[in-house]
């Protein structure tokens, strides 16, 4: 996103509604002494919320037409843009939203996404590439059908196109399943992965519940000390049942 120097008023109106908090700072044009806004574009991840909000009265505010790379970051950030160099929609899959139509995740398994960034913060993607990395050791399988795999050069080893890793977003989901015997060394590699990282993710654990809704990683995450939030979801009876397990 760009302020255009000559049309700003100087107001700093727009700079509130910035998802990062205020990466744009005020100037003043030395020649005339107008006050006008500059927009930090290597902080800007391109959400476009600041344009949207519809503050701008001088219409000073625009979205450059961005070459690849910088296109990954209003792909990622901005719902209303499409993934034209991932061809995947979103941050990732819809995971357990549907999971009682798709039955991707089964009893004994453990869907993992790493949701790398937040608002305020933003993510780059050397530092979601370094969680991918540790966990591509553990011989995890990236899920396909996602955005941030579709970025990597290698989902063997986790390793993203060089190009990308600078690119700033507002968040990116890692993803991934796993058996539930592979948990406590996936836990291990993401709590030393996170060490590392210059932002911050959670990490959503997703599974089916066992009979008598027990819910299978609590009794790890508990003994290791991770905070817990539960959630559910609850299936309504409107999805097709939940696929038989094999
Ligand atoms: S709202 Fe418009 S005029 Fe005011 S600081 Fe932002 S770009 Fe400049
Ligand atoms: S596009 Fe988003 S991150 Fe960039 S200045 Fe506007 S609100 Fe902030």
Redesign the pocket.
């Known amino acids: 996103m760009r302020?255009?120097k000559d049309?700003?008023?100087?107001?700093?109106?727009?700079?509130e509604f910035c998802t990062l908090g205020r990466i744009?700072v005020c100037r003043r044009d030395p020649r005339t002494g107008k006050l006008?806004?500059e927009i930090n574009e290597d902080e800007c991840v391109d959400c476009g919320v600041?344009l949207r909000a519809g503050?701008?009265?001088?219409?000073?505010?625009y979205m450059p037409a961005y070459a690849w790379p910088r296109t990954v970051r209003s792909a990622f950030s901005d719902p209303t843009v499409e993934h034209r160099d991932t061809k995947v929609a979103g941050r990732g899959t819809e995971e357990i939203k549907t999971n009682e139509i798709t039955g991707r995740i089964k009893r004994g398994f453990v869907g993992i996404s790493c949701e790398m960034g937040r608002p305020s913060v933003g993510a780059r993607f050397y530092d979601i590439e370094k969680v991918a990395m540790a966990l591509a050791r553990l011989g995890v399988e990236f899920e396909p059908n996602n955005p941030c795999t579709r970025l990597m050069a290698d989902p063997q080893t986790g390793r993203y196109k060089a190009e990308v890793l600078n690119e700033k977003v507002l968040s990116a989901i890692i993803e991934m399943i796993i058996p539930l015997a592979q948990l406590p060394a996936v836990l291990t590699a993401i709590r030393g992965a996170a060490a590392g990282v210059d932002c911050v993710f959670c990490v959503d654990l997703i599974t089916v519940l066992e009979p008598g809704n027990a819910i299978p990683t609590l009794p790890l995450l508990q003994s290791l000390q991770w905070p817990v939030s539960p959630n559910g979801k609850m299936n309504t009876g409107l999805g097709r049942p939940l696929a038989k397990e094999g």
Do not use: E, H, M, N
């Not at 049309?7 to 700079?15: D, E, F, V």
């Open positions: 302020i255009d049309k700003c008023a100087g107001c700093g109106q727009c700079t744009a006008y806004y600041c503050v701008c009265s001088a219409g000073a505010l």
